[in-house]
């Protein structure tokens, strides 16, 4: 079973920049594809940005396309990029492990704990 740890949400004024990462915790996390995802009070989790497992394919929920960048390294690490927040981007964000490199919420097996991310106007 994968465990992972989301590190580096916090305040930050619109148009500035925080940068996530997820630790997981074996050497087989090669072996899956990536994902965030965020749920802001009141609403349903929602995708955010996935990678594969070789880091070849990656893909963006349009609402971050062009500011948030995500990459993978082969030390059981994954990272989210974001520039250019907005306070719509306020949310716990969320990494995810699955077999599949989807969108789909319901196709990632692991989660880690959630990391908070504030943007303020």
């Known amino acids: 079973q994968v465990q992972l740890v989301e590190f580096g949400g916090g305040l930050v004024m619109a148009g500035g920049s925080l940068s996530l990462s997820c630790i997981a915790s074996?050497?087989?996390?090669?072996?899956?594809?990536m994902g965030w995802f965020r749920q802001a009070p009141g609403k349903e989790r929602e995708f955010v940005a996935g990678?594969?497992?070789?880091?070849?394919?990656t893909f963006y929920a349009d609402s971050v396309k062009g500011r948030f960048t995500i990459s993978r390294d082969t030390n059981e690490n994954l990272y989210l990029q974001m520039n250019s927040l907005k306070p719509e981007d306020t949310a716990v964000y969320y990494c995810?492990?699955?077999?599949?490199?989807?969108?789909?919420?319901?196709?990632?097996?692991?989660w880690g704990q959630g990391t908070q991310v504030t943007v303020s106007s």
């Open positions: 995810g492990a699955g077999s599949h490199q989807t969108t789909r919420l319901s196709n990632y097996d692991y």
């Open positions: 074996e050497r087989t996390f090669m072996r899956y594809a």
């Open positions: 990678i594969s497992r070789d880091s070849m394919t």
